[in-house]
Protein backbone atom coordinates (compact mmCIF):
# COMPACT_ATOMS: atom_id res chain seq x y z
CA UNK A 1 0.00 0.00 0.00
CA UNK A 2 3.07 2.45 1.43
CA UNK A 3 4.72 1.65 -2.77
CA UNK A 4 1.37 2.70 -4.53
CA UNK A 5 1.06 5.65 -2.48
CA UNK A 6 4.34 6.88 -2.96
CA UNK A 7 4.36 5.67 -6.86
CA UNK A 8 0.87 7.99 -7.05
CA UNK A 9 2.95 10.86 -5.61
CA UNK A 10 2.21 10.81 -1.96
CA UNK A 11 5.21 12.29 0.19
CA UNK A 12 4.08 11.73 3.76
CA UNK A 13 2.75 8.78 5.53
CA UNK A 14 0.79 8.77 8.46
CA UNK A 15 0.47 5.54 10.77
CA UNK A 16 -2.15 5.31 12.96
CA UNK A 17 -3.52 2.51 15.63
CA UNK A 18 -5.26 2.59 19.19
CA UNK A 19 -1.70 2.10 20.03
CA UNK A 20 0.75 2.09 17.64
CA UNK A 21 3.21 1.00 19.26
CA UNK A 22 1.85 -2.44 19.40
CA UNK A 23 1.64 -3.00 15.99
CA UNK A 24 2.60 -6.54 15.19
CA UNK A 25 1.62 -8.16 18.67
CA UNK A 26 -1.70 -9.70 17.05
CA UNK A 27 -0.27 -10.84 13.90
CA UNK A 28 3.55 -11.80 15.09
CA UNK A 29 2.90 -12.31 18.78
CA UNK A 30 5.43 -9.64 19.41
CA UNK A 31 5.48 -5.47 18.44
CA UNK A 32 6.98 -5.00 15.54
CA UNK A 33 6.81 -1.27 14.68
CA UNK A 34 10.60 -0.76 14.52
CA UNK A 35 11.01 -3.20 12.05
CA UNK A 36 7.67 -1.97 9.89
CA UNK A 37 9.61 1.76 9.94
CA UNK A 38 13.08 1.07 8.68
CA UNK A 39 10.77 -0.82 5.71
CA UNK A 40 8.59 2.37 5.08
CA UNK A 41 11.39 4.83 5.41
CA UNK A 42 13.44 2.42 2.30
CA UNK A 43 10.36 3.41 0.24
CA UNK A 44 11.40 5.76 -2.96
CA UNK A 45 9.60 8.98 -2.80
CA UNK A 46 8.52 8.85 0.72
CA UNK A 47 10.31 11.53 2.60
CA UNK A 48 8.14 12.23 5.66
CA UNK A 49 7.14 8.76 8.00
CA UNK A 50 4.65 9.95 11.28
CA UNK A 51 3.48 8.04 13.81
CA UNK A 52 0.36 8.90 15.84
CA UNK A 53 -1.18 7.41 18.54
CA UNK A 54 1.72 5.57 20.54
CA UNK A 55 0.97 4.25 24.07
CA UNK A 56 3.72 5.19 26.50
CA UNK A 57 4.05 2.10 28.33
CA UNK A 58 4.45 -0.06 25.00
CA UNK A 59 7.42 2.17 23.53
CA UNK A 60 10.88 0.33 23.44
CA UNK A 61 14.36 1.10 23.04
CA UNK A 62 14.24 -0.65 19.29
CA UNK A 63 11.69 2.02 18.64
CA UNK A 64 13.41 4.87 20.27
CA UNK A 65 16.91 3.87 17.66
CA UNK A 66 14.86 4.41 14.85
CA UNK A 67 13.58 7.61 15.69
CA UNK A 68 17.25 8.36 16.27
CA UNK A 69 18.66 6.79 13.29
CA UNK A 70 16.04 7.63 10.17
CA UNK A 71 15.88 10.98 8.95
CA UNK A 72 12.53 9.91 7.13
CA UNK A 73 10.69 9.15 10.76
CA UNK A 74 9.58 12.60 11.89
CA UNK A 75 10.74 14.37 14.73
CA UNK A 76 7.33 13.98 16.33
CA UNK A 77 6.03 11.90 18.73
CA UNK A 78 2.04 11.37 19.30
CA UNK A 79 1.90 9.78 23.05
CA UNK A 80 -1.57 10.42 24.94
CA UNK A 81 -1.04 10.64 28.70
CA UNK A 82 -4.54 11.12 29.70
CA UNK A 83 -3.84 12.38 33.05
CA UNK A 84 -0.52 12.68 35.19
CA UNK A 85 -1.55 11.94 38.63
CA UNK A 86 -1.15 8.33 39.76
CA UNK A 87 -4.75 8.66 41.28
CA UNK A 88 -6.68 8.69 37.90
CA UNK A 89 -3.76 6.98 36.18
CA UNK A 90 -4.95 3.52 37.96
CA UNK A 91 -8.74 4.88 37.94
CA UNK A 92 -7.95 4.94 33.68
CA UNK A 93 -6.37 1.54 33.89
CA UNK A 94 -3.17 3.46 32.20
CA UNK A 95 -0.72 0.41 34.19
CA UNK A 96 1.81 2.99 34.65
CA UNK A 97 2.92 6.00 37.00
CA UNK A 98 3.60 9.96 36.33
CA UNK A 99 7.10 9.15 37.15
CA UNK A 100 7.02 6.45 34.22
CA UNK A 101 5.97 9.04 31.73
CA UNK A 102 8.00 11.77 32.60
CA UNK A 103 10.91 9.98 32.42
CA UNK A 104 9.95 8.32 29.01
CA UNK A 105 9.44 12.36 27.32
CA UNK A 106 12.98 13.27 29.10
CA UNK A 107 14.55 10.18 27.20
CA UNK A 108 12.85 11.26 23.96
CA UNK A 109 13.69 14.38 24.31
CA UNK A 110 17.31 14.34 25.22
CA UNK A 111 18.07 11.44 22.63
CA UNK A 112 15.53 12.83 19.55
CA UNK A 113 16.89 16.61 19.13
CA UNK A 114 14.16 19.02 18.44
CA UNK A 115 11.23 16.60 18.36
CA UNK A 116 7.82 17.87 19.00
CA UNK A 117 5.62 15.98 21.79
CA UNK A 118 2.01 15.84 21.06
CA UNK A 119 -0.43 14.47 23.67
CA UNK A 120 -4.28 14.25 25.23
CA UNK A 121 -5.76 14.86 28.58
CA UNK A 122 -9.28 13.55 29.84
CA UNK A 123 -10.68 16.11 32.52
CA UNK A 124 -13.44 15.27 34.38
CA UNK A 125 -13.16 11.78 34.44
CA UNK A 126 -15.49 9.50 37.47
CA UNK A 127 -13.13 10.54 40.97
CA UNK A 128 -11.33 13.55 39.44
CA UNK A 129 -10.40 15.81 42.48
CA UNK A 130 -9.71 19.05 43.05
CA UNK A 131 -6.28 18.54 43.78
CA UNK A 132 -6.16 16.15 40.96
CA UNK A 133 -6.99 18.92 38.27
CA UNK A 134 -4.60 21.31 39.72
CA UNK A 135 -1.61 18.88 39.46
CA UNK A 136 -2.75 17.98 35.69
CA UNK A 137 -2.99 21.87 35.26
CA UNK A 138 0.37 22.46 36.88
CA UNK A 139 1.78 19.87 34.89
CA UNK A 140 0.61 21.04 31.25
CA UNK A 141 2.00 24.66 32.56
CA UNK A 142 5.67 23.53 33.19
CA UNK A 143 5.96 20.32 30.71
CA UNK A 144 6.25 22.74 27.54
CA UNK A 145 4.47 20.44 25.03
CA UNK A 146 4.06 21.04 21.79
CA UNK A 147 1.01 19.96 21.18
CA UNK A 148 -2.11 19.13 23.77
CA UNK A 149 -5.61 18.68 23.12
CA UNK A 150 -8.29 18.35 26.13
CA UNK A 151 -11.49 15.92 26.20
CA UNK A 152 -14.13 16.87 28.70
CA UNK A 153 -14.80 13.12 29.79
CA UNK A 154 -17.91 11.75 28.15
CA UNK A 155 -20.14 8.92 30.48
CA UNK A 156 -21.05 5.51 28.32
CA UNK A 157 -23.33 3.05 29.41
CA UNK A 158 -21.83 -0.43 29.95
CA UNK A 159 -18.34 0.78 30.48
CA UNK A 160 -16.72 -0.32 33.40
CA UNK A 161 -16.05 4.10 34.13
CA UNK A 162 -19.74 4.69 33.35
CA UNK A 163 -20.28 2.02 36.35
CA UNK A 164 -18.31 4.26 38.35
CA UNK A 165 -19.79 6.48 41.12
CA UNK A 166 -17.81 9.73 41.55
CA UNK A 167 -19.05 10.95 38.53
CA UNK A 168 -18.15 14.76 37.97
CA UNK A 169 -20.74 17.20 37.28
CA UNK A 170 -20.85 18.76 33.24
CA UNK A 171 -20.43 21.89 33.52
CA UNK A 172 -17.79 21.51 36.12
CA UNK A 173 -16.04 19.05 33.45
CA UNK A 174 -15.95 21.89 30.67
CA UNK A 175 -15.00 24.64 33.21
CA UNK A 176 -11.76 22.56 33.75
CA UNK A 177 -10.89 21.45 29.68
CA UNK A 178 -11.51 25.11 29.09
CA UNK A 179 -9.03 26.32 32.18
CA UNK A 180 -6.43 23.38 30.95
CA UNK A 181 -6.77 24.70 27.14
CA UNK A 182 -6.29 28.46 28.38
CA UNK A 183 -3.38 27.49 30.05
CA UNK A 184 -1.94 25.04 27.09
CA UNK A 185 -2.65 28.23 24.91
CA UNK A 186 0.06 30.52 26.95
CA UNK A 187 2.72 27.64 26.77
CA UNK A 188 2.28 27.32 22.94
CA UNK A 189 2.58 30.66 22.29
CA UNK A 190 6.12 30.48 24.15
CA UNK A 191 7.26 27.11 22.42
CA UNK A 192 6.46 28.24 19.09
CA UNK A 193 7.46 31.62 19.36
CA UNK A 194 11.38 29.94 19.68
CA UNK A 195 10.49 29.30 15.88
CA UNK A 196 10.91 32.81 14.96
CA UNK A 197 13.57 33.37 13.15
CA UNK A 198 14.50 30.38 11.82
CA UNK A 199 14.78 28.91 8.38
CA UNK A 200 13.21 25.09 8.25
CA UNK A 201 12.04 23.24 5.32
CA UNK A 202 8.05 22.91 4.55
CA UNK A 203 5.93 20.53 3.18
CA UNK A 204 3.49 22.40 0.95
CA UNK A 205 0.03 21.10 1.17
CA UNK A 206 -1.95 23.51 -0.79
CA UNK A 207 -2.52 27.04 -1.96
CA UNK A 208 -4.85 29.10 0.42
CA UNK A 209 -7.64 30.52 -1.42
CA UNK A 210 -8.27 34.03 -1.76
CA UNK A 211 -4.33 34.83 -0.64
CA UNK A 212 -1.97 35.24 -4.13
CA UNK A 213 1.23 34.00 -3.77
CA UNK A 214 0.28 31.94 -0.25
CA UNK A 215 0.51 28.57 0.43
CA UNK A 216 -0.19 26.79 3.65
CA UNK A 217 2.05 23.73 4.91
CA UNK A 218 3.84 21.88 7.81
CA UNK A 219 7.10 21.78 9.36
CA UNK A 220 8.16 18.13 10.41
CA UNK A 221 6.57 19.21 13.92
CA UNK A 222 3.24 19.62 12.83
CA UNK A 223 0.65 16.84 11.84
CA UNK A 224 -1.52 16.98 8.78
CA UNK A 225 -5.09 18.15 10.04
CA UNK A 226 -4.08 17.56 13.42
CA UNK A 227 -2.00 20.71 14.79
CA UNK A 228 -1.15 23.76 13.73
CA UNK A 229 0.18 25.09 9.87
CA UNK A 230 3.05 26.62 8.52
CA UNK A 231 1.65 29.89 6.54
CA UNK A 232 4.08 30.04 3.14
CA UNK A 233 4.66 33.63 1.30
CA UNK A 234 6.47 33.65 -1.67
CA UNK A 235 8.50 36.00 -3.25
CA UNK A 236 6.94 39.46 -4.42
CA UNK A 237 5.05 38.22 -7.95
CA UNK A 238 5.79 34.55 -7.58
CA UNK A 239 3.21 31.96 -7.50
CA UNK A 240 2.23 30.25 -4.34
CA UNK A 241 4.23 27.03 -3.86
CA UNK A 242 2.54 24.02 -5.07
CA UNK A 243 1.09 20.94 -3.17
CA UNK A 244 3.50 18.30 -2.68
CA UNK A 245 6.84 21.09 -3.00
CA UNK A 246 9.23 21.16 -0.56
CA UNK A 247 10.22 25.15 0.26
CA UNK A 248 12.55 26.37 2.08
CA UNK A 249 10.96 28.69 4.87
CA UNK A 250 12.38 31.68 6.93
CA UNK A 251 9.56 31.66 10.00
CA UNK A 252 8.60 35.32 10.61
CA UNK A 253 6.14 35.17 13.35
CA UNK A 254 4.27 32.87 15.05
CA UNK A 255 0.35 32.89 16.15
CA UNK A 256 0.27 30.41 19.03
CA UNK A 257 -0.38 27.35 17.16
CA UNK A 258 0.50 28.64 13.69
CA UNK A 259 3.33 30.05 11.70
CA UNK A 260 4.20 32.29 8.97
CA UNK A 261 6.72 32.49 7.24
CA UNK A 262 8.82 33.76 3.58
CA UNK A 263 10.20 31.68 0.77
CA UNK A 264 14.17 31.85 1.84
CA UNK A 265 16.27 33.09 -0.73
Excluded: N
Excluded at 128 to 138: A, I, P, S
Aim: neutral net charge; charged residues 30%; proline residues 5%.
Amino acid sequence: EARRLAEGGTRELLLIAQDSTSYGADLYGEARLPELLRELVRIQGIEWVRVHYTHPKTWSEALIQVFEEEVKICKYVDIPLQHVTDAMLRRMRRELRRADMERLIETLRSRIPGVAIRTHFIVGFPGETEEDFTELLGYVRGAELDHVGCFAYSREDGTPAGRMKEQIPERLKLSRRQALMTAQKKVATSVWGRWVGRTVPVLVDGPVAGRPGVSVGRVEQQGYEVDGVTCVRAADGAPAPEAGAWVRVRIVRAREYDLDGEVAA
